[in-house]
């Protein structure tokens, strides 16, 4: 038997018309379904499915590492002025946000263009226990910010003996 020989599970009225249904019709809708239900609820996890502006969007990437007994986060945030990058310490976390401007245009004799990109992005990360706002330092070059932490010394407790009884 092949997949065309299959015999339909139901029948369906559309428009006043009836249709034959496969097995597998109603799993199809139903994944439709839930697809559609997730982007509604969930836009912003599926923004790169409808093509929205740059500006909509935009996240700088994060690395976070360890180097020379540091914590160092570095973020990717081209194009935006130093002056327009906040680096705070909040209630424990580390907060990085900032608006990026630009704007190109290009005149000739029989075309013009003119492009802006724009928004504002946020990103929030916990401090590593231990750590204070004193201790926390940023630079931004090339594109790059990079902020450092030093790592919290622990100093180990000397070992203790205890009596089992």
Known sequence: MTETDAKPTAITATNGHHRLRQPLDLFEEMQQEFA???????????????????????????????????????????????DAIKVTVENGELVIAGERKSESEVKEEHYYRMERTFGSFYRRLP???????????????????????????????PAKQIPVK
Do not use: C
């Open 127 to 157: 401090l590593p226990e231990g750590v204070t706002d004193e201790d926390v330092h940023a630079e931004y070059k090339d594109g790059i910010l990079q902020i450092h932490m030093p790592k919290p010394r622990t100093s180990a407790a």
């Open 36 to 82: 559609q239900f997730w982007e509604r609820s969930f836009p912003h996890l599926f923004a790169h499915r409808y093509h929205l502006p740059e500006h909509e969007t935009w996240m700088p990437t994060l690395d976070a590492f360890e180097s020379n007994g540091d914590f160092v986060i570095r973020a990717e945030i081209p194009g935006v002025d130093k």
